[in-house]
Every structure is written in structure tokens, then in C-alpha cells.
């Protein structure tokens, strides 16, 4: 029998939360140039999976 608690959220919310801000720290870092490149290549996945 599979088990869900609020603490199980809330650990995987805080993991979530930690990965969010190190990817935003490590954006924070790039030129502008290398944002709007990554800003490109989001684009082009979000066209892709329609």
C-alpha cells in the first residue's frame, strides 16, 4: 500500500524549491546574449510540443 503525507510534499516542494533557485542563480549568470539564446531554444520546445 502506497503511503502520501503532507511531509512528503512538503520535502519534495522545498527539493523543488531549491532546484528552481539554482537554476535561477545560474541564469542570473549569463550574458544577455546567452538569454536570449536560451530564451530561443525554450521557444522552439514549446512550438515543438504542440
Same mark, same amino acid.
Given at each position: 500500500?502506497?503511503?502520501h503525507t503532507a511531509h512528503e510534499d512538503f520535502?519534495?516542494?522545498?527539493?523543488?524549491?531549491?532546484?528552481? #533557485?539554482?537554476l535561477l542563480e545560474q541564469y542570473n549568470t549569463y550574458s544577455e546574449a546567452e538569454?536570449?539564446?536560451l530564451h530561443d531554444l525554450?521557444? #522552439?520546445?514549446?512550438?515543438?510540443?504542440?
Amino acid at each position: 500500500m502506497l503511503t502520501h503525507t503532507a511531509h512528503e510534499d512538503f520535502t519534495k516542494m522545498k527539493k523543488a524549491e531549491s532546484y528552481l #533557485n539554482f537554476l535561477l542563480e545560474q541564469y542570473n549568470t549569463y550574458s544577455e546574449a546567452e538569454r536570449n539564446e536560451l530564451h530561443d531554444l525554450l521557444g #522552439n520546445l514549446k512550438e515543438q510540443r504542440k
